[in-house]
């Protein structure tokens, strides 16, 4: 075993992965033999994410199954959910905008269990994991429904909406790091006007879509803020921005006046 976490190490270092001995062990952990382990060493040396090699991600309190149909969650977003989860009014409808794997619904659906939650994303690839990872969670307050933003949801008002859309610029995926740019899925990464086309498109149809008092949080890039906020009070809300772990400006809020 030993020998082998060192041809493992070795694998991963030539690949220069900063974290070639932990990954390591993780991988030895989960490959449940030898030759397994290092065929996955070899494709995360060639630049395959862990996550989608080992076949999870965690999350908050979460372990979900990962793979290229949608995006790794990012531990900033667990921010976002915590912000559902904090200010969710008790037995309140709240929506996943673009849920991808299904980490914000399922986080909010299984630490605050009296929610009505939805979850809507545009490819039913993703809506097909999502689903899986909430019967792995428990998670049966969901509602899951195939939607290009609100277009499935004309008639659906809620208390609060959380929005992790696609916000990635063209000129920024080019600089994506290589695990990023070339294996996680581009519909998910990217969108046009400088990154903010469905998160202004978003912001723009908000009041149809809230119940009185109700509110909205957006992800974005911090260079993106300060445009979305101001879209945010252009459409009749009270703005606000929050910081992510590295104080960097990554949500935006958008609540009723």
Excluded at 78 to 107: F, K, N, R, T, V
Excluded at 146 to 163: C, H, M, P, V, Y
């Amino acid at each position: 075993m030993s020998d082998t976490i060192q041809i493992i190490c070795n694998i991963l270092k030539a690949g220069n992965i900063e974290n070639f001995r932990q990954e390591a062990r993780w991988i030895m952990e989960d490959a449940g033999n030898p030759e397994t382990a290092v065929n996955i060493a070899q494709q995360r040396a060639a630049g395959a994410p862990l996550q989608y090699l080992l076949g999870t991600a965690p999350f908050r309190n979460l372990m979900l199954k990962v793979d290229p149909r949608v995006l790794i969650p990012r531990p900033e977003t667990e921010l976002l959910a915590q912000w559902l989860i904090d200010h969710a009014p008790y037995s309140g409808d709240i929506l996943d905008l673009g849920c991808g794997s299904g980490a914000i619904a399922i986080a909010a659906a299984t630490e605050r269990n009296d929610l009505h939650v939805t979850a809507a994303d545009i490819s039913p690839d993703a809506l097909t994991l999502a689903r899986e990872n909430a019967a792995l969670c428990g998670a049966n307050n969901i509602c899951f429904i195939q939607s290009n933003l609100f277009s499935s949801l004309t008639e659906r008002k809620f208390d609060l909406i959380g929005a992790n859309l696609p916000y990635v610029t063209e000129e920024e995926f080019q600089t994506l790091p290589p695990e990023v740019k070339n294996f996680e899925p581009v519909l998910a990464l990217t969108a046009p006007d400088n990154g903010l086309a469905l998160i202004l498109k978003t912001i723009a149809a908000l009041a149809g879509h809230l119940k009185p008092g109700g509110g909205a949080i957006f992800e974005l890039s911090p260079h993106q803020a300060a445009t979305a906020a101001n879209a945010v009070e252009d459409a009749g809300f009270n703005a606000g921005i929050i910081r992510d772990f590295c104080n960097r400006e990554r949500f935006v809020t958008a609540t009723r006046q």
